[in-house]
């Protein structure tokens, strides 16, 4: 079983739709946790960046951590056919391995 | 402000050659770590650098070294090339050895073949 799960998709919605994508994980270590967006043959890009759980908003973008559940969530709103890419969730430990470990991504289509 | 750059671009070599990649990180970063991002995959681990020594490294084998220069650059070596080492190689960059906010660069595609 991998650390971090991530539906692979592809989810199409159509433009201005919500998006909900998720991550689960099984090492309570994770302290740290990020979302990526990676456009094609690119490198991933930083969006949202989160410390333990809570919630934090950015412009479009909210990004919520349940540590209880081990399950973080990014949400856009009213999405762009822009937002069309792969979205990768990781997460980072405090203490010990000094890597972000990854999600499989989810590929996103915004359909205009 | 130029953010984390890699050479070459695309690679091409053949089974039981040796590539070298190369990364400058992200002005003010002074650590550096290599990810290697199979088609369809998120990004695995392989190692980071911090004050020109390897501080940690991921599950892949010894074929995979890798340096890191007093400008902070960093270089990844791979030898005896597989087929399975067909990748996009990602280097990120970070501001101290503890901080992870890492900002990744365009990466290099490596086909084996």
């Known amino acids: 079983q991998k650390e971090v799960e991530q539906d692979p998709g592809p989810l199409s919605v159509p433009e201005g739709a919500i998006v909900s994508l998720n991550c689960t994980y099984s090492?309570?270590?994770?302290?740290?946790f990020m979302w990526y967006r990676q456009y094609s043959r690119k490198g991933p890009e930083l969006l949202m960046y989160?410390?333990?759980?809570g919630n934090k908003e950015d412009g479009r973008f909210t990004a919520q951590v349940d540590k209880s559940s081990k399950y973080i969530s990014l949400f856009i709103r009213d999405s762009q056919p822009s937002d069309s890419a792969t979205y990768l969730c990781a997460m980072f430990m405090d203490t010990g391995r000094r890597a972000l470990t990854f999600g499989s991504g989810t590929r996103l289509q915004v359909q205009p | 402000d130029a953010g984390v750059t890699q050479s070459p671009t695309h690679l091409i070599k053949t089974r039981g050659q040796q590539v070298t990649l190369r990364c400058s990180p992200k002005?003010?970063?002074?650590?550096v770590s290599w990810y290697q991002q199979a088609l369809g995959q998120g990004p695995q681990f392989i190692f980071q650098?911090?004050?020109?020594?390897?501080?940690q490294r991921g599950n892949f084998p010894d074929r995979f070294s890798g340096h890191q220069f007093p400008n902070y650059s960093s270089e990844l070596n791979v030898n005896a090339l597989l087929l399975g080492d067909s990748a996009l190689y990602l280097c990120?960059?970070?501001?101290?050895?503890?901080?992870?906010?890492?900002?990744f660069g365009p990466g290099t595609r490596l086909t084996v073949l």
């Open positions: 989160t410390y333990s759980s």
């Open positions: 002005s003010g970063h002074d650590t």
């Open positions: 090492n309570s270590a994770f302290q740290y």
């Open positions: 990120a960059s970070s501001f101290g050895a503890d901080y992870n906010e890492q900002f």
């Open positions: 650098y911090y004050e020109e020594e390897e501080r």
